[in-house]
């Protein structure tokens, strides 16, 4: 049977579309009209003795011209409303699509597309983007400061293992990983179209009783802290804190009654579960660095041109955003975060029943996901969990590549039962995570404060609409931190954090909005206007404009120093890119869903460790954010 169309299908009118076309093709005869005629107007009165031009002129010296050089002719801002008009003159089509081509498409169309959204989810996808673009500090701090746990999680499995690696997946020569990948090559073109087999266990038949002990460990424990490393992105609405750690402890780490095969059973389905999509954001990113390297270049090239140079400071203005796009490589979402509740859920009453005591409200117990910052104020439960078992064990165990011992003798949870340390309140701001905060901080103010010099330092040098525009998202993005920081001072289930969440939620779209229209109008021209090219932001430093050239601004303005200083300053975030894919590389076997891949892959990291780990490095960036705000953190080191 043909399907047809019902009659009131919407379908677009001929004269809609018409309309349309005109009004493209209407749009840059319109741009054209720039500040050629009046700048000509300009002139030719103060050539000619025209009073009334003359009144219009400029005398003070302008901001940022080199000394002993002249200044260009100068009109006030009166004047240029009086010759050109008080409208802005949106650009012409052909630069239109140039900043869309070079900013627009990498940004909406690259970055953003990447970021781990939920699905199905419309409202709640639109209020977590807007908390992205509009409070990127506080969404990197909980997104970094997640990426940390779950590397703690990785170097445990990692210090879990002996030296010489998993027993039973011996390292390849170099002529075996030849004929491997010979032979890999071959497969993809000959008649055999076996897919092979996936694992996630180890084989053991070939092992003796130690090393079958050493492989099963290792992965037990792989699982296990997986498994925890998504608990950590959901809330806990259980009241009793210590309750509920030793709830997670016992179903994580406990060996009774077959809780090893519940849990990789549980692991190999939440392995399968997380969203994947590495090459995507890969490629997005690097697409914003080739796009980045073109505006440079062509700022640079252009020296001078105050277009290239305000498109320029728009991609540093955003230079955070690849980096947040980044961090979706390690802290990832599921591809059902519901489902993945229940599973967690019916997990914990499951491991409970074999101790014959099971909460009534655990399937209550788990909250709303919170990974990706999309819960305010969500700390995460593994930090008090990690913190616990690595305080409960001696230097040796700790540093000597002996857990998979511990884990095996099930000390991992009698040492937990039997002692008395304290337990931290699991919704309780830690300052072990300043450190996060202050990266977060340096990421998105660095890329602020490299916009804001281009575009101040540029002719008509002050205070304008995109400088100023750049200073207030700045600091709107502060005040949402500096508010979100308040939240935990705040009870959690009273009124004063409710009115605190939707006050901060107006903010963040407000914020969004801004940022939004700081892009529509540096593309469309909407800053092109006398207003903005007078930086009358500036009090007593601007209300002036010139009509000079591309040469004039080179030659007579210290425009060169202030962009090398700014590019500089707004490219400083990339670098975080590189710590964000090491964090990947060096975590992934936790949730790589082949055994033998996984092992693979902690050998490279190992090799890559081997050779890069420095101790002084591992001091002052691991050892002594922790060391300074706790003083009890007994954290694993890794060894070689």
């Known amino acids: 049977m043909i399907a047809t169309v019902p009659r009131g299908s919407p379908a677009p009118s001929p004269s809609m579309l018409i309309i349309l076309l005109l009004g493209l093709l209407a749009f840059p005869v319109h741009a054209k009209e720039y500040f050629q005629a009046c700048a000509k107007e300009f002139n030719d009165g103060l050539a000619s003795g025209n009073q009334t031009i003359i009144g219009y002129n400029y005398t003070f010296a302008p901001l940022g011209i080199l000394p002993g050089h002249k200044a260009p002719n100068l009109i006030t801002y009166d004047g240029c409303v009086a010759l050109c008009g008080g409208n802005p003159k949106f650009y012409p089509w052909a630069k239109v ?6 900013w627009v498409l990498p940004l909406a169309g690259g970055l953003l597309l990447q970021l781990p959204f939920s699905s199905n989810k419309r409202f709640s996808t639109l209020l977590t983007l807007c908390r992205w673009l509009g409070s990127p500090i506080a969404s990197l701090m909980y997104i970094l400061w997640n990426i940390k746990v779950t590397g ?3 170097l445990i499995v990692d210090m879990s293992v002996p030296r010489g690696g998993p027993p039973g997946n011996p390292r390849c020569s170099a002529r075996n990983r030849t004929a491997n990948m010979w032979n890999t090559i071959r497969k993809e073109f000959s008649n055999d179209r076996d897919p092979g087999e996936v694992s996630g266990w180890p084989q053991l038949s070939n ?25 950590n992105q959901f809330a806990f609405n259980h009241e009793d804190p210590s309750r509920t750690a030793d709830i997670l402890e016992f179903a994580l780490f406990s060996r009774a009654n077959e809780l090893p095969i519940i849990r990789q059973e549980l692991a190999t389905s939440l392995r399968r579960d997380r969203k994947h999509g590495v090459v995507q954001v890969l490629l997005s990113i690097f ?3 080739v796009a980045l390297a073109i505006s440079i270049f062509k700022a640079f090239g252009e020296l001078g041109d ?10 540093l203005l955003m230079s955070w955003l690849p980096v947040l796009t980044s961090t979706s490589l390690v802290d990832r979402n599921p591809t059902s975060e519901d489902r993945v509740r229940i599973d967690l859920a019916a997990f914990l009453r499951e491991s409970e029943t074999r101790r014959l005591h099971v ?45 998979h011992r511990v884990y095996w003798a099930g000390e991992f949870v009698t040492r937990r039962v039997g002692n008395s340390v304290p337990h931290g309140d699991l919704w309780t701001f830690d300052l072990i995570e300043i450190w996060q905060m202050c990266t977060a901080g340096l990421i998105v103010t660095l890329s602020a404060f490299g916009a804001f010099c281009i575009s101040y330092y540029t002719p008509t040098v002050g205070l304008g609409c995109r400088s100023g525009g750049y200073m207030t998202y700045g600091v709107l993005v502060a005040g949402c931190f500096f508010f979100d920081l308040l939240g935990w001072r705040a009870t959690k289930n009273g009124w004063a954090i409710v009115c605190l969440r939707v006050f901060l939620t107006f903010l963040e779209i407000c914020n969004s909005i801004w940022l939004v229209y700081i892009i529509l109008a540096q593309t469309f021209g909407i800053y092109n206007s006398c207003a903005c090219k007078s930086s009358i932001w500036s009090r007593g430093k601007g209300g002036y404009t010139d009509f000079a050239g591309t040469s004039v601004y080179r030659d007579d303005y210290d425009v060169r120093r202030w962009w090398i200083f700014g590019t500089v300053l707004g490219s400083l975030p990339l670098l975080s890119i590189f710590h964000i894919v090491y964090q990947w590389l060096s975590q992934s076997f936790l949730w790589t869903e082949d ?10 990291v190992r090799v890559w460790r081997y050779f890069f780990h420095s101790d002084w490095a591992h ?7 922790y060391k300074l705000f706790s003083k009890t953190y007994k954290g694993i080191t890794w060894r070689r």
């Not at 105050?306 to 991609?315: D, I, K, P, Q, V």
């Not at 117990?365 to 409960?392: C, D, P, T, V």
């Not at 055994?595 to 490279?604: H, P, Q």
């Open 287 to 289: 697409w914003f660095l």
């Open 595 to 604: 055994y033998e891949k996984a092992v693979a892959g902690l050998r490279r």
């Open 152 to 154: 703690r999680c990785a």
């Open 619 to 625: 001091a002052f960036f691991i050892l002594l954010p």
């Open 207 to 231: 092992l003796n009783e130690t090393e079958k002990r050493e492989a099963e460990a290792f992965a037990e424990l792989r699982d296990s802290m997986y498994i925890l490393s998504v608990f």
């Open 359 to 403: 909460p009534g409200n655990i399937e209550r117990m788990l909250g709303r996901f919170g990974g990706q910052a999309r819960e305010k104020w969500h700390y995460g439960i593994a930090h008090s969990i990690l913190s616990n078992l690595e305080r409960n064990l001696d230097d040796n165990q700790r540093n000597e590549r002996q857990l």
């Open 97 to 102: 699509s140039d900043t869309i081509t070079t």
């Open 306 to 315: 105050n277009s290239t140079a305000h498109n320029l400071a728009l991609g």
